[in-house]
C-alpha cells in the first residue's frame, strides 16, 4: 500500500527552528509537496520538490531525498503565525496525490 | 476576491435526506476536486473532473456523486446521507491535471445524524 508518515504534533518556540519530517512508501513518485493549513482554514500551497536537495524559500526550506523516501520541511525565526498543521503530500505515478495525516506544529511564546 | 466560493460552511443534516456541495471557482482552472478530511487522516480524494464535461472517481468515491457541466462549478451531492460522511469537505481546483500545486475553498463541514 501506500502511505506517508509525519508526526502527529510538535511543540517548538518562538525564534526558534523546527523540523518536520515526511516518510514515503508509494507507487512511484512524480514530486512531493508541503501545504500549511491553520485551524479552520483551507490548506495552503507551501513548496514543491521533484529532485534530490534543498528548496529555499523565505524562512521555510523544504528537502527531499527520493533515495530514502525522505523529505523534510525547516521553518526559520518561528513566529506565533507559524501554529498551524503542516501537511505533506507525493504524487505518485498515477499523477494522484497522496496526502498525509499532518503534523500540528505548536509554538510557544 | 479570485478563489474558490463553498457553500454551505456549515450543515447538519439528517441521515437518509440528499444534500449538495457547491463549489465554484473564478480562476479559470481546468481540473478540479472534492476532498473529505477527517481528524487522524489525510485528505482523501472523492472525486476530481479535469475538464469541464469529465468527471473521475477519487479514493472513496461511494456514496457520492459530481457534475462538471462548466468550468466554474463543481458541485458534490450525496444522494442519501449517511453519519459516516460526516467531515470537512473541501473543493480544490488546479491550473493543470497532473500537478500538486492546488489552491482549496475554505472547506463545508458536514455532520450526519
Known amino acids: 500500500g501506500q502511505n506517508i508518515d509525519q508526526p502527529t504534533e510538535m511543540t517548538a518556540t518562538e525564534g526558534a527552528i523546527v523540523q518536520i519530517n515526511c516518510t514515503y512508501q508509494?507507487?512511484?513518485?512524480?514530486?512531493l509537496f508541503w501545504y500549511q493549513q491553520h485551524a479552520g482554514e483551507a490548506p495552503t500551497f507551501l513548496s514543491y520538490n521533484v529532485l534530490d536537495g534543498l528548496e529555499e524559500k523565505g524562512r521555510f526550506s523544504s528537502f527531499l531525498s527520493r533515495s530514502k523516501g525522505y523529505s523534510y520541511l525547516l521553518l526559520k525565526e518561528l513566529q506565533m503565525k507559524d501554529s498551524a498543521s503542516y501537511l505533506c503530500a507525493v504524487m505518485d505515478s498515477n499523477y494522484q496525490l497522496i496526502w498525509g495525516a499532518g503534523t500540528k506544529l505548536i509554538i510557544k511564546p | 476576491i479570485a478563489g474558490i466560493t463553498q457553500a454551505p460552511t456549515s450543515q447538519i443534516l439528517a441521515a437518509g435526506r440528499r444534500m449538495t456541495l457547491r463549489c465554484t471557482q473564478d480562476m479559470r482552472h481546468n481540473a478540479m476536486y472534492w476532498y473529505r478530511q477527517d481528524l487522524g487522516l489525510g485528505l482523501r480524494l472523492i472525486h476530481y473532473s479535469n475538464t469541464a464535461g469529465t468527471t473521475g472517481k477519487g479514493e472513496v468515491p461511494d456514496g457520492y456523486s459530481v457534475s462538471r457541466a462548466n468550468t466554474d462549478d463543481f458541485p458534490l451531492t450525496l444522494a442519501s446521507a449517511v453519519p459516516s460522511q460526516t467531515s470537512v469537505y473541501f473543493c480544490?481546483?488546479?491550473?493543470?491535471?497532473?500537478?500538486?500545486?492546488?489552491?482549496f475553498g475554505e472547506g463545508s463541514r458536514l455532520t450526519v445524524l
Open positions: 508509494t507507487s512511484g513518485f512524480n514530486g
Open positions: 480544490a481546483s488546479s491550473g493543470t491535471e497532473n500537478t500538486g500545486e492546488l489552491f
